[in-house]
């Protein structure tokens, strides 16, 4: 399996915008994630059930599902209740083939 462990920190909350799907913890956790397996500029959005992002390697875009439990913490930060740091897990290996990860 290639998984892509995704650590939603005090600051990705921080620095979120409820309901802004550019501007959300969950975004910049991805984001961060896949910089850290060489993705530098990964073009991610997080949008409910989906993450799209597109690898420095090539164009386009391609689909990763999102676990339920991120996409619960999600809705809670958006209709501004408490949340807390979290962890989940994205499996690459159900994305469209073609796209390279490291």
Do not use: K
């Not at 809705?75 to 897990?89: I, Q, S």
Request: hydrophobic share 40%; net charge negative; proline share 5%.
């Amino acid at each position: 399996m290639n998984l892509l462990h995704v650590d939603v920190t005090e600051r990705d909350i921080e620095d979120g915008i409820p309901g802004d799907a550019c501007n959300c913890p969950i975004q910049g956790a991805i984001r961060r994630a896949l910089m850290l397996r060489g993705h530098i500029d990964a073009d991610v959005h997080f949008l409910g059930t989906v993450c799209l992002y597109r690898p420095t390697t090539g164009s386009g875009h391609t689909v990763v599902h999102v676990p339920l439990e991120a996409c619960r913490w999600m809705a809670r930060f958006d209709d501004g209740l408490y949340v807390e740091p979290f962890r989940f897990t994205l499996d690459l290996d159900d994305i469209a083939s073609g796209w390279q990860f490291i």
